[in-house]
């Protein structure tokens, strides 16, 4: 699914994450976030793990020629939007 507003599209909000590992705050909050991109750049998995706590955010994006797809893992495709577009 490609989650688009009038400013900011999925893959602009998946191209915002760095490769390999970098701690971000959200919400108030630390968390460790990784990017790793295998295949070419066909997918990119996302993970943020909060740092001292409990919350995790897990997501594969597909990368088609049509468009970017996201499958979150094991959590609403919202909760991964919702921290794609609110990292700091």
Do not use: Q
């Not at 990119?44 to 994006?61: F, H, K, P, Q, R």
């Amino acid at each position: 699914m490609d989650r688009t507003t009038p400013t900011e599209s999925l893959s602009t909000l998946v191209e915002r994450v760095p490769e390999g590992w970098t701690r971000v705050t959200y919400d108030g909050r630390p968390y460790g976030l990784s990017r790793t991109t295998r295949i070419g750049g066909r997918v990119i998995t996302i993970t943020a793990e909060e740092l001292g706590g409990t919350d995790l955010v897990s997501a594969n994006v597909y990368r088609t020629t049509a468009a970017d797809h996201l499958r979150a893992c094991e959590m609403p495709d919202e909760k991964v939007i919702a921290f794609l577009r609110g990292w700091k």
